[in-house]
């Protein structure tokens, strides 16, 4: 122990046990854990059984953290990296209480940590192994299938609860879960700001049947972490995504952008100009607040150029707005006939609700016309660059 002992000290690191109603397996998980470290943190998540009686024989061996009753294994967690804050910790492994992980691992974690500093590193399960339940196949395929949409990172494993977090760099992001979600929210909103989220193989051991204790509720919890990926969707359409393109497209790397998902001779040009038209016909449709997340959500069904669609989205940006709303009263008027006779000067939100149905005529029918028309100018230049480059 002494050896790994001293890298845990060095890397500023403690072991995190949450723990409720696991008297037959938190002893030897503890005691196993003590062969390779003593900076041991438990956290009592308001257990009924003996787990108090079996804390109180490792007394002088770790650092403990009571709640009165059950808060979830999400406030566990918090309150358990709270804990190493105070110890002045920049890391905590965590591993659950029911011995289905190994201690053996750490060593693992801490080699990981020492090439790449500062990363999130999930213990990614096999999950093919024996007595996995098949229902912990299926949620951790789900869970892989919304944290890639959510963050576009690909990870084999998003449920393991062996974990490295680098507590330091996650001590300033506001989290709310307090349950078994908890541990999507974490990765989620460190891929957002831009820790990196990393995986590592460790072994995992299964109990059969009913020698197996999860406190995991397949209704309650799977409804509640459903319910967070729905909204880290539309969050991520609405917000990641866009400011991440965004904030990359200084002059700088404008003309990379451009090059690579422009002229990128190996998707196709009916491919690109098909984004063109999506992105600029959702900028313009009138269905304010939506307008983004439905151009992103369209890219994904047809599996056109995300960036590309994202970019031309936003034609309705603040400098262009008042052109695209003029436009469309213009195009409602020739449609329905009716006068607005507003102008750049008086346009204002009182100004469209009194031509609001002429506005979202001709909003629609600008959007259909235009997108169709920059799809055909963006076929025609891209075929004759690629032409003249042939």
């Not at 002893?27 to 390779?36: F, G, H, S």
């Not at 500062?118 to 007595?131: C, H, K, V, Y």
């Not at 892989?144 to 490295?164: A, H, Y």
């Not at 998902?261 to 939506?290: A, N, Q, T």
């Amino acid at each position: 122990m002494n050896r790994l002992n001293t890298r845990f000290i060095d890397l500023k690191c403690y072991v995190i046990i949450p723990t409720y109603n696991n008297e037959k397996t938190l002893e030897k998980v503890i005691q196993d854990t003590l062969l390779y470290t003593n900076r041991i943190i438990v956290v009592n998540d308001g257990a009924t059984d003996s787990t108090n009686q079996i804390l109180d024989s490792f007394k002088n061996s770790i650092v403990r953290v009571n709640h009165p009753t059950n808060l979830g294994k999400g406030m566990a967690l918090r309150n358990g990296f709270k804990k190493a804050l105070e110890l002045e910790c920049d890391y905590a492994i965590t591993i659950d209480s029911d011995g289905q992980h190994f201690p053996s691992d750490l060593e693992s974690f801490l080699d990981k940590i020492e090439e790449q500093p500062g990363s999130l590193i999930i213990g990614a399960r096999n999950m093919n192994s024996e007595n996995v339940p098949g229902g912990s196949s299926f949620g951790n395929k789900f869970s892989n299938f919304w944290f890639r949409v959510e963050t576009g990172i690909k990870l084999p494993d998003t449920q393991s609860g062996c974990r490295m977090y680098p507590v330091k760099k996650l001590e300033k992001i506001n989290f709310f879960s307090p349950r078994f979600e908890f541990e999507i929210e974490v990765i989620v909103k460190a891929a957002w700001r831009s820790i990196p989220v990393i995986s590592l193989p460790v072994k995992i051991f299964y109990a059969k049947g009913s020698e197996r204790v999860s406190h995991f509720r397949p209704a309650k919890d799977f409804t509640r972490i459903s319910i967070l990926n729905t909204y880290f969707v539309i969050l991520a359409f609405c917000w990641y995504k866009p400011l991440r393109l965004l904030k990359g497209l200084h002059p700088s790397s404008l003309k990379a952008f451009i090059k690579k998902h422009f002229f990128d001779k190996d998707e196709s040009i009916i491919k690109k100009s098909l984004s063109v038209s999506v992105g600029i016909f959702f900028g313009i449709v009138p269905i304010w607040g939506y307008q983004l997340v439905s151009a992103i959500a369209t890219s994904y069904l047809l599996r056109l150029n995300k960036a590309i669609v994202i970019l031309t989205a936003n034609i309705s940006i603040p400098p262009l707005l008042p052109f695209i709303l003029i436009a469309s009263l213009k195009t409602g008027e020739l449609i329905t006939g009716k006068k607005s006779h507003l102008s750049l000067h008086d346009i204002s939100l009182e100004t469209i609700k009194l031509n609001l149905y002429t506005y979202l005529t001709g909003a629609c029918v600008l959007a259909v016309l235009f997108s169709v028309f920059m799809g055909i100018v963006t076929f025609i230049t891209l075929s004759i660059v690629r032409r003249k480059r042939n």
